[in-house]
């Protein structure tokens, strides 16, 4: 048994599938000093930037789970009704974890519930004006970041991958 899946027994399926697929094709190969050092260097700029959004989500008063429920609502297709299991998957949470997450939003007015009209069965969760606004604050300085420290994140990230073709997981 690899020592990943004895860490992760459970909840990290997907880490221990992807990690013995890389097991099985490269068991035999080591890493170079150089990729351990890019390995470091892209996880510390990544980092660096949630640790930025950590403090810019907490500045206007937002827990940072809170504040990626914000994204996550926006980010989904215009046309599609995001569901409370919905919210669980992207965000990597229990269901019973993202209602307590909404119903501390619902009490600042940034998201509201309601039943779909098609399915009475389904909660769909929108934002509120309110929660655009401070969702739209947040992604300018996000943005605003990005473009001053996102070379450093592009330049860890391609001296791992180099030019290696990017594998197609079939999700957009």
Do not use: W
């Not at 989500?57 to 809170?66: D, I, K």
């Not at 947040?138 to 943005?143: E, K, N, P, Q, V």
């Amino acid at each position: 048994m690899h020592r990943l899946t004895l860490l992760f027994p459970i909840g990290y399926n997907y880490i221990v599938i992807r990690h013995k697929m890389v097991i099985a094709l490269d068991e035999h190969i080591d890493l170079s000093t150089t990729e351990y050092q890019a390995l470091a260097e892209f996880r510390y700029q990544l980092r660096n930037f949630l640790a930025f959004s950590e403090q810019a989500a907490r500045a206007v008063g937002l827990e940072p789970q809170q504040h990626q429920l914000l994204l996550t609502l926006k980010g989904a297709a215009a046309q599609e009704k995001v569901t409370i299991g919905d919210l669980a998957d992207r965000l990597k949470i229990q269901h019973h974890s993202a209602v307590e997450l909404i119903n501390r939003v619902v009490e600042h007015d940034l998201v509201r519930r309601c039943r779909d009209e098609q399915d009475q069965r389904r909660v769909l969760v929108t934002l509120t004006p309110h929660g655009e606004e401070v969702l739209r604050r947040l992604s300018l300085l996000h943005r605003a970041e990005l473009r001053m420290a996102g070379p450093a994140l592009v330049q860890a990230l391609q001296a791992i991958i180099g030019n290696a073709p990017v594998e197609d997981t079939g999700k957009e």
